[in-house]
């Protein structure tokens, strides 16, 4: 319940920043909902924008049930992305549905390959996590853009740099004729997978007693740095398969507009999901969903394009205030419960 | 010879003119995590400031006035992460990523009107006026901000040791139990730490945009805020530290413009990744598993 409470919280108080600023906020509002969820259009919209949502959420949810508070998943996205671009100019790679696989399966290993750095440094190293990996984010951005605009830079992109784009052969298309790409499915698939792991398994569950008591977990002997390493690379590599998927299935190549903060709003949805893998399905649509209806703020009120972001700013602050009612309300209930009061 | 003296003077000149911001983050940082508590969202507060500042020059037409705009969003900002952290069970760092992404939303939202306008900015001091060269005038004509910096930096160094309200709280980042016992406010002095910190981090935000680069746009500050967090990991939570920390930082950032300068801007992204490789470099250098780093306020949740 506290999630959807803190949700609508947030809502309220972007509605409030709103009319400081001289806008109705009953019109915000109703915008919001009829630019996510209004028709089967924007309904397409928004699961578009869920989909690498999802992915990005995992790359938060699954480290931190091992403990870490991982915020690169950008990075990550980027690397995969990129990787996902360029492996055909260098790897022997199949044509048709063969081929797209080989191409995600290497976006996948980039990204993690790339998170499971910052769970080595952190092990091995001591470095803190969170600062490791916002640090290489970075990094994996200005490489981006060095591969992007001068090693593989494609002659014919000439406002836009790019790599060459994606044979037509290895784009993937919208599932059913829809507008919305394979990686909405994909995403459920490894929610779904993550949370059968991390209840069902004996290693899921090995990853949450490391995220629960560290030290406990090393007197009972489990692995702790292969496990924390793991859970890294496994959140790296949803991230990588999210810059995948943009790039087959979105730009067709590598270029700037892979890097639109989608790793960051994961960030977002993790945390609202409470770093739940189903939790995340629900949050990452009606986020997503608001990320789409920016626009329409946009063109019909003529509110600036970072509303969104600060509107997402406001859910996430309430949710890790809210933390502090957590177990509260029912201490409170129960209370007044035994008191006689209710 | 005289292009060794020239590179060097523009080493040190950019060093000057990109650390006066890591100087300032780095100083409020250090100050918020002697008192056990760690903001991580002075990336926000760098770019929430900065605009603030834009703005308050812009409409008061005295850059000085922009820079205390800067400093009381700063210190709004950095009043919010303490008032919110202290409430029980709030993640400090988990709310410093939330205000860094909420202030950054904040100052594009509010500073879109700013991008094209143009606003007073801070005149540098020329402390080269002795010379006849046209370099060492330039790479001595320093942002005033910077000796600000310098003071600040050797005042909390004495301020933390001997002034009662230094010691008390080097206490409270060392042991809160301890301070409680004495009867010191414990989260009070925490709210006091973060939302100085603040003030101090909106000067560095100030002199983003109002002396280099010198204007408002959504680009401004991409992770300085986050780096400078890292530079007080490096300079062992001492404030005489993070001044030479924030020059070595300025040094490297100032690589990548001085290249693209001279004519190179091939490989540009990659002199521009240098700042942040050379942080994680040294994080790996200075941290170790298993152990705190000397000098760690022993309160703090990233060195526990």
Not at chain 1, 124 to 152: C, P
Request: with cysteine; proline share 4%.
């Amino acid at each position: 319940m506290l999630p959807l409470l803190s949700v609508v919280l947030g809502l309220m108080a972007f509605g409030i920043f709103a009319w400081v600023g001289g806008y109705s906020p009953t019109q915000v509002w109703l915008l919001l909902f009829k630019g996510a969820f209004g028709d089967a259009f924007s309904w397409q919209n928004s699961l578009q924008r869920a989909a690498p949502l999802i992915l990005t959420g995992l790359c938060v949810a699954i480290p931190a049930q091992a403990g870490l508070i991982v915020i690169g998943g950008e990075g990550a996205l980027v690397v995969g992305g990129l990787a996902c671009a360029a492996c055909p100019l260098f790897l022997p790679v199949h044509s048709g549905l063969l081929g797209s696989v080989e191409i995600l399966a290497v976006s996948f290993i980039a990204g993690a390959s790339w998170m499971a750095l910052v769970g080595v440094l952190r092990q091995y190293k001591g470095v803190n996590e969170t600062i490791s990996s916002l640090l290489l984010s970075y990094i994996a951005i200005n490489l981006f853009k060095f591969v992007v605009e001068d090693l593989l830079k494609d002659p014919a992109s000439l406002n836009k740099p790019s790599t060459p784009p994606l044979n037509d052969a290895l784009l993937i298309g919208g599932m059913w004729g829809y507008d919305v790409h394979w990686g909405l499915l994909w995403g459920l698939v490894l929610c779904l997978v993550s949370f059968a792991w991390l209840s069902l398994s004996t290693h899921g569950f090995a990853t949450r007693v490391v995220g629960g008591n560290p030290k406990a977990a090393q007197l009972v002997g489990l692995p702790v740095n292969t496990l924390v390493v793991v859970a890294c690379a496994l959140g790296g590599g949803c991230a990588g398969l999210a810059g995948g998927f943009q790039v087959a299935a979105v730009h067709t190549a590598a270029n700037a507009s892979l890097i639109e903060g989608l790793g960051y709003t994961g960030i977002l949805v993790s945390f609202v999901a409470r770093h739940q893998p189903l939790g995340l399905i629900p949050v990452a649509v009606l986020l997503g969903g608001f990320a789409a209806a920016g626009s329409m703020l946009q063109r019909h009120l003529g509110m600036p394009d970072a509303s969104v972001h600060v509107l997402l700013g406001l859910v996430l602050v309430i949710t890790l205030a809210s933390e502090t009612l957590r177990g509260r309300v029912a201490r409170v209930l129960r209370a007044r419960a035994a008191s006689g009061v209710i | 010879m005289d292009f060794v003296l020239n590179i060097s003077l523009a080493m040190i000149g950019g060093a000057i003119r990109v650390g006066t911001p890591f100087l300032f983050v780095s100083l409020g940082e250090c100050l918020t995590e002697k008192s056990g508590r760690i903001n991580l969202g002075l990336e926000g507060v760098l770019v929430f400031s900065a605009m603030a500042a834009f703005a308050g020059s812009h409409w008061s037409g005295s850059a000085w006035l922009g820079v205390l705009a800067a400093c009381l969003a700063g210190g709004l900002w950095g009043l919010l992460h303490g008032l919110l952290c202290a409430m029980h069970r709030v993640n400090d760092i988990a709310m410093g990523i939330g205000l860094m992404l909420l202030g950054v939303g904040v100052a594009f939202y509010l500073g879109k009107p700013l991008i094209q306008p143009q606003a007073m900015q801070l005149q540098g001091l020329a402390l080269g006026s002795w010379s006849e060269s046209a370099q060492v005038r330039s790479a001595l004509n320093v942002n005033p901000l910077f000796p600000l910096g310098v003071l600040l930096a050797f005042a909390m160094a004495w301020g933390l040791g001997h002034t009662r309200l230094g010691l008390e709280l080097r206490m409270v980042g060392d042991s809160a139990e301890a301070a409680r016992t004495l009867g010191a406010p414990v989260q009070g002095l925490r709210i006091l730490a973060t939302t100085l910190g603040g003030v101090i981090a909106g000067v560095g935000g100030a002199s983003l945009s109002l002396y280099y680069p010198g204007s408002w746009n959504e680009g401004l500050s991409s992770g300085q805020g986050l780096i400078a967090v890292a530079l007080v990991i490096f300079a062992r939570w001492s404030p005489i530290h993070c001044l030479y920390a924030a020059l070595i930082f300025g040094g490297a950032g100032a690589i990548g413009p001085a290249l693209q300068s001279v004519g190179i801007s091939k490989g540009y992204n990659l002199f521009n990744a240098i700042p942040y490789a050379l942080t994680l470099v040294i994080l790996i250098l200075t941290c170790a598993p298993n152990r705190t780093i000397k000098g760690s306020p022993s309160e703090l949740s990233v060195s526990r």
